[in-house]
């Protein structure tokens, strides 16, 4: 089993839509949780990070952990046609390298 | 800008040989982790260096190697290079031991014909 399992995609939304893009873990040791952004040949980008259950907002991006279901999730709101990316939630390991998944392509269409 | 550079941005080289990809780390970070990215593919952690020493490793060929030098950059080397190792090679720096966040740096786009 994957440590980290994400919507595989595409996703393809109009612009100003509400993305939600959607992640489980199955270790219960996996306690922080991060969102990439990587354009397409591009280094991937720290998007946000957070420890707790609960919400994170930071501008139009909210982080939201759900501890008990071992679910996590980015919502973009006021897409726009720059969000179109690949984003990755990955798992970090014992010496915090970090695991990635094949993550979850967006295309925000104008 | 993150703060990481990679030198070079691309790499040509034909099969057989070696090259060296250098990174390096933002101001005040130990950490460094090398990344391999393939084609279509997912990023594959290869290595991780701490203020100098190897911490761990991944699915790192025996044909690659890498190192920290003193003042915190880090060297890649790839040798008796074959087709399937064209790929982006990114590092990513972190500031301390147990720092989770990691910063990317621009990577090397290595092409081998």
């Known amino acids: 089993q994957k440590e980290v399992e994400q919507d595989p995609g595409p996703l393809s939304v109009p612009e100003g839509a509400i993305v939600s893009l959607n992640c489980t873990y199955s270790n219960s040791a996996f306690q922080y949780f991060m969102w990439y952004r990587q354009y397409s040949r591009k280094g991937p980008e720290l998007l946000m990070y957070?420890?707790?259950?609960g919400n994170k907002e930071d501008g139009r991006f909210t982080a939201q952990v759900d501890k008990s279901s071992k679910y996590i999730s980015l919502f973009i709101r006021d897409s726009q046609p720059s969000d179109s990316a690949t984003y990755l939630c990955?798992?970090?390991?014992?010496?915090?390298?970090?695991?990635f998944g094949s993550g979850t392509q967006l295309t925000v269409l104008p | 800008d993150s703060g990481v550079t990679q030198t070079p941005k691309h790499l040509i080289t034909a099969t057989g040989q070696r090259v060296t990809l250098r990174c390096s780390p933002r101001?005040?970070?130990?950490?460094v982790y090398w990344y391999q990215q393939s084609l279509d593919q997912g990023l594959q952690f290869l290595i991780q260096y701490y203020n100098g020493e190897e911490r761990a490793k991944g699915n790192i060929l025996e044909r690659f190697s890498a190192q920290q030098f003193p003042d915190l950059h880090s060297e890649l080397n790839l040798s008796s290079l074959e087709l399937g190792d064209s790929a982006l090679y990114f590092c990513?720096?972190?500031?301390?031991?147990?720092?989770?966040?990691?910063?990317f740096g621009p990577g090397t786009r290595l092409t081998v014909t």
């Open positions: 101001s005040g970070d130990l950490s």
């Open positions: 990513a720096s972190s500031g301390y031991m147990g720092s989770y966040e990691q910063y």
């Open positions: 957070t420890y707790s259950s």
């Open positions: 990955p798992f970090s390991g014992s010496a915090r390298q970090l695991t």
